[in-house]
């Protein structure tokens, strides 16, 4: 955690001082100098002064500094994004210019192809343009359908079928089962009512037979969210509601993520599976900061997958999108990555997992669907990696 805090700040500090230089170019801020680099150090620092002020209680206070920080830290990766793309397309340009000018064929004094200012404004307009359209895109959910079919589904029947109260009952061969996932929803601060409401309205679109939730649902104090719980509870899913803890659940404390969940409605798996009537299995287990942070045996997948049994269907559900090799697993559910949230940052995290967001298949024949996300990390904005729910139709074959 150290490391990564050291790593973030490293990076984020660096955006400030992009910033600060380019705006010096086209503004000099004179006696206000010192003033603006106290506000730059404050926005720096405001993802760790959130967290403390939320600690202590002093939710006002938090919700003011998260949207003046988030806001501004989605604004500043977009200024850094843009500022650096014109730089070195300025860079480009002078550098064809400068080898026409030299042999000749073109006279002229070397200079600049884009001055500094005229970069700090470029960038400061799309950083602002796309600001805007990214708070609106985060709140645009997209369901993302996936079809799916398996052999092993051939004569499904749940324990109830769903809607007829009668024991073991066939499915109906026509009839998809409607798995719906839901991930890195980030309830805290910024996700609150207004920004859930969507969000369960495609999950009650969606129709689902099976609700599942694979990680950071929750990223806030439950003071905070408590009275969400009842509103997710409301959610129907004949089949059942299953849930994992994810990396913030386990910031946030495991336990007390634990216990929201439940109150949400969901069976949290952690290490375990629940058998669905007589061909269906979902499996699940936590995020491997809990292995860090000594609260997750370090054998929990190898040991779960060890049990899994080849006559099911077996759903695996995991925060992260790595494969450990082993088990029958049929289909792994992941997030964890939001395609980035601001692209291009999805570069970075095909980078980290080196898989891609959506329905792939792995090495040793799983399908692992990774999704967007269905909220919001930091920034309460998303730039070309809308949010989603996903509906995963599964067939008989």
């Excluded at 609106?136 to 079928?161: C, M, Y």
């Excluded at 996700?191 to 990223?219: F, N, S, Y």
Aim: zero cysteines; proline letters at 6%; aromatic letters at 12%.
């Amino acid at each position: 955690m150290l490391l990564f805090l050291s790593a973030f700040f490293l990076v984020y500090g660096s955006l400030h001082w992009l910033f600060y230089r380019l705006l010096k170019t086209a503004w000099e801020p004179g006696r206000w100098r010192w003033l603006l680099l106290f506000v730059l150090l404050l926005l720096t620092l405001a993802p760790v002064l959130v967290r403390l002020l939320e600690r202590q209680g002093l939710e006002g206070t938090a919700l003011v500094a998260a949207y003046a920080g988030f806001y501004w830290m989605g604004f500043v990766f977009l200024f850094a994004v843009a500022a650096l793309l014109l730089s070195g397309l300025g860079w480009l340009l002078r550098y064809r210019r400068q080898r026409r000018v030299l042999s000749g064929d073109e006279p002229g004094r070397l200079g600049p192809f884009l001055p500094p200012a005229a970069i700090f404004k470029l960038a400061l307009v799309f950083a602002l343009a796309a600001s805007f359209y990214g708070h609106f895109e985060a709140r645009r959910i997209i369901i993302e359908e996936v079809r799916l079919a398996s052999p092993k589904l051939a004569d499904f029947a749940p324990a109830v079928a769903a809607g007829s109260g009668a024991a073991n009952e066939p499915w109906p061969a026509e009839r998809p089962l409607r798995i719906v996932k839901i991930t890195d929803v980030h309830l805290g601060l910024l996700v609150q009512e207004a920004r859930l409401a969507p969000m369960l309205a495609a999950v009650e679109q969606a129709r689902p037979d099976i609700l599942v939730a694979t990680g950071d649902i929750v990223d806030g104090q439950g003071d905070g969210i408590a009275h969400l719980a009842a509103k997710i509870r409301r959610l129907e899913a004949p089949l059942g509601k299953f849930a994992i803890l994810g990396n913030h659940e386990f910031y946030v404390g495991a336990e007390q993520s634990r216990a929201f969940l439940e109150e949400a409605g969901f069976t949290v798996l952690r290490g375990e599976s629940v058998v669905i009537g007589n061909r269906l299995r979902i499996a699940g287990v936590d995020d491997r900061t809990g292995i860090a942070m000594g609260l997750t045996p370090p054998e929990q997948e190898r040991e779960l997958l060890a049990e899994l049994p080849a006559a099911t269907y077996n759903i695996l559900l995991k925060h992260q999108p790595e494969i450990v090799p082993g088990g029958h697993v049929d289909l792994q559910l992941s997030g964890h990555v939001h395609r980035g949230q601001l692209v291009p940052f999805n570069f970075f995290t095909w980078l980290a997992y080196r898989v891609p967001t959506g329905l792939s298949r792995a090495e040793d024949g799983r399908y692992l669907y990774v999704g967007r996300g269905t909220g919001t990390w930091g920034p309460p904005v998303r730039f070309l990696a809308p949010p989603e729910v996903t509906l995963i139709k599964l067939y008989h074959q």
